[in-house]
């Protein structure tokens, strides 16, 4: 190792290096703090030429890489093991907008600039960037594409998956794909960029993104509703999607013990509580007064909402959506859940809200469900604990509880990963309900591309065979009591 290490330094400058505990210590804990990791080294690379020349060296080396963007994966996809012996690489020094093509409405970003870097581009461009996400300041486009990110505008612009036109990737043998393509339509052979988007890094690095832009809407109407129960929210959703088509960008649900969470954190921000909540968007680019007023009478018709109140400006809209983006942060606060990112049909919602709650309820009678998120979509960011803050005994649990939520996930045609992977958590289940065709079709292509499984190991495309470590918790890295 100290032959690799001084190979890389020369290669990237010792300052761009990082060895000392405390310097690596922010890379190797996961935002949930429930992975620990002992990484080899931070690198921190400045361009693609450097990144392939990185992984050309590991390669020589068999050092195995784990690329980290801004380390808010909730699923420990980015925390390395705790051997000491794995990289892990940052893009964040590639942050540069390579080209906004205005007229063909396209972005090319470097791949470790931030989310919110992105938004603003755009916006100062007068364009949109659809992708939103409460982490967006800390999150990268990397990360973002390598976890097919989702987030509150889903309903109307698609996942990052439909938001990418074309990509600039560095293979695990160190040579770089060039497919930085700005076409909407191309059908020369197979859509390669596809294989990377939400391969969690199991692939190659990504280093820059083509990336699909919109306009900017001139109008919103935002809207906080309450209703009785999921049948009801569903209800709105179908109708709201009749009466407004595409102009129905976002649909988020906060069930009554989430609202719990934010009144405590929080109190009197909420303006009403409600079995459950709606935070509903329309954006177009007509006139605001024009799209409220169509709300408004909208609302006027419906006759089973309980309750509801409309942002009159800019900074009531902004207030709304904080409390939306401020919940998973708050449950952090709160103490540990067992946390599930499942999505259904979204006609099968009432059914799963339902089942799920009575299954769970059978087999751990003080149980406390906080679910919210975009409904629109079927996903639920649904949470589980006790209502004693501070007890841990639900996680000996653990792995009855996500038996118990999967069995009705599935029994309804969901899946266990929405938007935030699968990572180490969940890599057990992975291999429990993927079909195993498709199981081995992936692992087919990792193996082509990555004989010697050195990007990073561990997850869910590792060919390994799990152990009885795996169950539960990852092998290897250290597993702590997580925070949130
Ligand atoms: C408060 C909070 C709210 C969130 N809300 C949402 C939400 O609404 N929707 C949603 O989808 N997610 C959400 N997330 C999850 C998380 O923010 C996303 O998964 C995000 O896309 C991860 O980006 P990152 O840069 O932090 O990636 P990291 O966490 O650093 O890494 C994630 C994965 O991507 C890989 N990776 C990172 N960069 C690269 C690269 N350049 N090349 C190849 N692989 C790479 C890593 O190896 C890892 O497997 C939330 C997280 C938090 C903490």
Redesign the pocket.
């Known amino acids: 190792m100290p032959t690799f290490l001084s190979e890389l330094s020369t290669l990237l400058g010792e300052r761009y290096l990082l060895r000392q505990p405390a310097d690596t210590a922010p890379y190797s804990l996961?935002?949930?703090q429930r992975y620990q990791g002992k990484p080899l080294a931070v690198a921190l690379p400045g361009s693609v030429e450097q990144v392939a020349a990185l992984v050309k060296l590991c390669q020589r080396h068999q050092v195995a890489i784990?690329?980290?963007?801004?380390?808010?994966?909730?699923?420990g996809?980015?925390t390395p093991d705790d051997s000491g012996q794995q990289l892990i690489?940052?893009?964040r020094r590639?942050q540069q907008i390579r080209q906004l093509d205005a007229a063909n409405h396209t972005l090319t970003v470097e791949?470790?600039a931030?989310?919110l870097e992105v938004q603003q581009a755009a916006q100062a461009a007068g364009y949109l960037f659809p992708?939103?996400?409460?982490?967006?300041g800390?999150?990268?486009?990397?990360?973002?594409?390598?976890?097919?990110?989702?987030?509150?505008a889903v309903l109307r612009y698609g996942?990052?998956r439909e938001l990418t036109l074309g990509l600039e990737?560095?293979l695990p043998n160190g040579e770089i794909l060039h497919a930085l393509s700005g076409l909407r339509k191309d059908t020369t052979g197979l859509d390669l960029k596809q294989l990377?988007i939400g391969?969690?890094?199991?692939?190659?690095?990504?280093?820059a993104a083509t990336l699909k832009l919109f306009a900017l809407p001139s109008a919103h109407a935002t809207a906080l509703l309450g209703v009785n129960d999921m049948d009801a929210a569903i209800n709105c959703l179908n109708g709201l999607r009749q009466a407004f088509g595409e102009r129905l960008s976002s649909f988020e649900v906060i069930s009554h013990s989430c609202q719990q969470v934010i009144t405590r954190h929080r109190p009197g921000q909420l303006p009403f509580t409600a079995p459950w909540l709606l935070l509903i968007e329309l954006a177009d680019s007509g006139n605001n007064i024009l799209l409220n007023e169509q709300l408004v009478n909208w609302l006027a018709r419906q006759n089973n909402i309980l309750d509801g109140v409309i942002a009159q400006s800019e900074a009531e809209r902004r207030k709304l959506w904080q409390l939306r983006?401020e919940?998973?942060?708050l449950q952090?606060q709160d103490g540990p859940s067992i946390k599930h990112?499942i999505a259904v049909p979204t006609s099968a919602l009432p059914a799963f809200v339902r089942d799920c709650a009575a299954a769970l309820q059978a087999a751990f009678p003080s149980v406390r469900i906080v679910a919210f998120?975009?409904a629109g979509d079927g996903n639920l960011?649904y949470n589980v604990s006790f209502t004693r803050p501070g007890n841990t005994q639900l996680f000996d649990d653990e792995n009855t509880v996500n038996e118990l939520v999967y069995e009705q996930v599935y029994r309804v045609g969901g899946t266990l990963a929405?938007?935030?992977?699968i990572?180490q958590l969940k890599r057990h289940w992975l291999e429990r309900y993927k079909d195993p065709q498709a199981l081995t079709l992936m692992r087919l292509v990792k193996q082509a591309w990555d004989p010697q499984g050195l990007?990073?190991p561990g997850?869910w495309l590792s060919s390994h065979p799990l152990g009885k470590e795996d169950l539960g918790f990852c092998a290897n890295t250290r597993s702590l009591p997580p925070q949130?």
């Open positions: 996961d935002w949930r784990v690329p980290q963007g801004g380390n808010t994966s909730t699923c996809a980015a690489v940052c893009l590639l791949a470790g931030t989310l992708l939103s996400l409460a982490s967006e800390s999150c990268q486009i990397g990360g973002n594409l390598s976890t097919n990110a989702g987030g509150v996942t990052m990737v560095v990377f391969a969690e890094g199991q692939l190659g690095l990504i280093t983006e919940i998973s942060e952090k990112d998120g975009h960011h929405a938007e935030h992977g990572g990007m990073n997850k949130g």
